[in-house]
Nanobody, 126 residues
Framework: QVQLVESGGGLVQAGGSLRLSCAAA????????MGWFRQAPGKEREFVAA????????LYADSVKGRFTISRDNAKNTVALQMNSLKPEDTAVYYC???????????????????WGQGTQVTVSS
């Protein structure tokens, strides 16, 4: 059974930092795109960031560009999201995601995931 398990969420003050981690189990995603989405209360799930299999390319939502950094460790089958300068509007449940692509080197804002984690809550207080 394929599982993506997030960790690292929590409560932080505005301006602070958090690091989310996602560990994959059941299969390797070392040749696939991995990324993060988020869903705030009353809003649709939205794309946050994604990274190609070899870490050569990454893509960020405009709202997080310059503040968030995505990275991955294929040897450990993990992906991380470093979030700095957090704002109250970053409050959401954050979901780890991965797709079924194979050695795909390009990314666009329409990237679709095939696997999802259960989510981890991030709350930023003002």
């Amino acid at each position: 059974q394929v599982q993506l398990v997030e960790s690292g969420g929590g409560l932080v003050q505005a301006g602070g930092s958090l690091r989310l981690s996602c560990a994959a189990a059941g299969r390797t995603f070392s040749r696939n795109i991995m990324g993060w989405f988020r869903q705030a209360p009353g809003k649709e799930r939205e794309f946050v960031a994604a990274i190609t299999w070899g870490s050569r390319n990454s893509l960020y939502a405009d709202s997080v560009k310059g503040r968030f950094t995505i990275s991955r460790d294929n040897a450990k089958n993990t992906v991380a999201l470093q979030m700095n300068s957090l704002k109250p509007e970053d409050t959401a449940v954050y979901y780890c995601a991965a797709d079924n692509s194979f050695l795909r080197a390009t990314l666009n804002s329409q990237w679709k995931a095939d696997y999802w984690g259960q989510g981890t809550q991030v709350t930023v207080s003002s």
